[in-house]
């Protein structure tokens, strides 16, 4: 799978490659364990499709990166994390951070600038913070927290914690010098990160053909001697089973790991449109092609086919995500706004004598 993929990657055919198609095999794990991720995807996506909506119709003032299509990623991973693990990602991160178990209405009320959000109002989108949950930080600042996380790693080695660092990033931060530095750094000194590039194709608008002679990330750490992986983003089980191995190494030997996750976002770069014929070649029918492998689609079809789940069973899932997702909008909704003399707590500010 592995090699199949980064064949495909190289060639520029991975968009056709029946290898991003293949069936799940549930066979490794339990019942239960498969409907608490597929639960954990379906309520990120519902919760991204809120956020899109209320964005589209101007409740939510600031920008937001959606990464619907690319759930199974963070779910995968997270299932190996613990909270006092240290998780770093960017401006596209709503997913890394409601994975490890952050209050989605905390999540809602940092959209909407109220003083309970994540970061009392004061960040947005791309300014989230967690740190109970183990959500160290974002930052849109394009590779930008890459280095942070190598040096939260380091720490975790230093203080003996046991605990490992995580840095998502997309395929356009890899293009950043830091990140080639992070990667030196962290296989130099053995500091244990698992670096995840969510290879979606696109940095902003621009397609990976028109930036890169090779379309795999993961030459990178080859370069750098990090094990690595390439592994299927839409696949929870490929996902779940990679982060897996890296993660436990990491923790073990203190090394760094490097999980290339091939996927795609159902969103535009930015807010609720498609970005479809906005003179980029990001098509219609791509999109299409994109949504039929779906990372929700393929777990929920294997789990009814495997008769682990059946259509009610389903349906109850949903109606349960989408109560708790539209109760958390109301209460961020009627939740205040942080006070005036609150505006400039947390932030740097010239002292005049
Ligand atoms: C240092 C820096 N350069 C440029 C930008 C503008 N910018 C924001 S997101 C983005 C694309 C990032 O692409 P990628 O890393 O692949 O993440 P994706 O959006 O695909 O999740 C760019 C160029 C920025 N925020 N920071
Ligand atoms: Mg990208």
């Not at 690319?70 to 994390?81: D, F, P, R």
């Not at 990602?89 to 600038?113: I, N, Y």
Request: proline fraction near 3%; aromatic fraction near 6%; hydrophobic fraction near 40%.
């Amino acid at each position: 799978m592995n090699s199949q993929l980064r064949q495909a990657l190289a060639s520029g055919e991975i968009e056709n490659s029946p290898i991003i198609d293949e069936a799940l095999d549930l066979s490794s794990f339990s019942s239960k364990e498969l409907i608490d991720h597929l639960t954990s995807m379906i309520r990120i996506r519902q919760a991204e499709v809120k956020i899109a909506e209320m964005r589209r119709d101007a409740h939510i003032g600031g920008p937001v990166h959606l990464g619907a299509g690319q759930e199974a990623i963070a779910v995968g991973i997270s299932a190996h994390l613990r909270k006092s693990d240290r998780v770093f990602s960017a401006h596209r991160s709503h997913a890394h951070l409601l994975a490890l178990g952050s209050d989605v209405r905390k999540l809602f009320a940092e959209l909407l600038g109220k003083s309970t959000g994540l970061t009392h109002g004061m960040g947005g989108s791309m300014h989230l913070w967690d740190q109970p949950n183990g959500f160290y930080g974002s930052v849109p600042i394009v590779a930008g927290t890459v280095p942070l996380a190598v040096g939260a790693g380091l720490a975790a080695k230093m203080q003996k914690t046991g605990d490992i660092a995580v840095a998502y990033f997309g395929d356009g931060a890899a293009e950043e010098g830091v990140v080639q530095e992070s990667l030196n750094l962290a296989s130099q000194l053995g500091i244990p990160i698992l670096f995840v590039c969510e290879n979606n194709f696109f940095s902003s608008h621009m397609h990976i053909s028109q930036r890169q002679p090779i379309h795999s990330v993961a030459r990178f750490a080859d370069a750098n001697n990090i094990e690595n992986e390439v592994v299927d983003g839409n696949n929870l089980i490929s996902v779940n089973a990679a982060a897996g191995r890296l993660i436990s190494q990491s923790r073990k030997n203190n090394v760094p790991g490097f999980l290339e996750v091939v996927t795609f976002r159902h969103y535009g770069h930015v807010d609720w449109r498609e970005d479809i014929d906005v003179g980029v070649n990001r098509s219609a029918s791509e999109v299409e092609k994109w949504k039929s492998r779906d990372p929700i689609n393929r777990l929920k079809s294997a789990l009814i086919k495997s008769k682990t789940l059946s259509e009610n069973d389903l349906a109850n899932i949903y109606n349960s995500v989408d109560s708790e997702i539209k109760s958390a909008w109301n209460l961020a909704v009627s939740d205040p706004y942080p006070a005036e003399e609150d505006l400039l707590r947390s932030v740097y500010k010239e002292v005049r004598k």
